[in-house]
């Protein structure tokens, strides 16, 4: 069983920039589709983006594209989440995720996802 554990939250002005890290541990990360998503207070818990295993395929909520990117490490069992261009609409916890899934039934069905992180808070404000 998979364990994901997120770091790299903290609080930024806005315009600024953040990077999110994801570790797995009990199995290989790179052998499933694997996203971020975020919960705003008083929100749903929506998608940010998504990967496949191979990364030869990405995929981004309308909100965010073209100032996130999703990304895997060089084989070290971690995603990361590059964020740019931060705006106060974008403070939520950030979780990652995983599932055997194609990459567009885990972007869309969260119940598809075999394993969660815990979260990290990201703070955008001035």
């Known amino acids: 069983q998979v364990q994901l554990v997120e770091s790299g939250g903290g609080s930024v002005q806005p315009g600024g920039s953040l990077t999110l890290s994801c570790t797995a541990s009990?199995?290989?990360?790179?052998?499933?589709?694997a996203a971020w998503f975020r919960q705003a207070p008083g929100t749903e818990r929506d998608l940010v983006a998504a990967i496949t295993y191979s990364s030869s395929r990405t995929l981004y909520a309308d909100s965010v594209e073209g100032r996130f990117t999703i990304s895997r490490g060089d084989a070290n069992s971690t995603i990361y989440l590059q964020m740019n261009k931060l705006d106060p609409e974008d403070t939520a916890v950030y979780y990652c995720a995983e599932g055997r899934s194609a990459i567009a039934t885990i972007a869309n069905r969260q119940g598809a996802l075999d394993a969660w992180g815990q979260g990290t808070l990201v703070t955008v404000s001035s």
């Open positions: 009990g199995d290989s990360i790179n052998t499933y589709a």
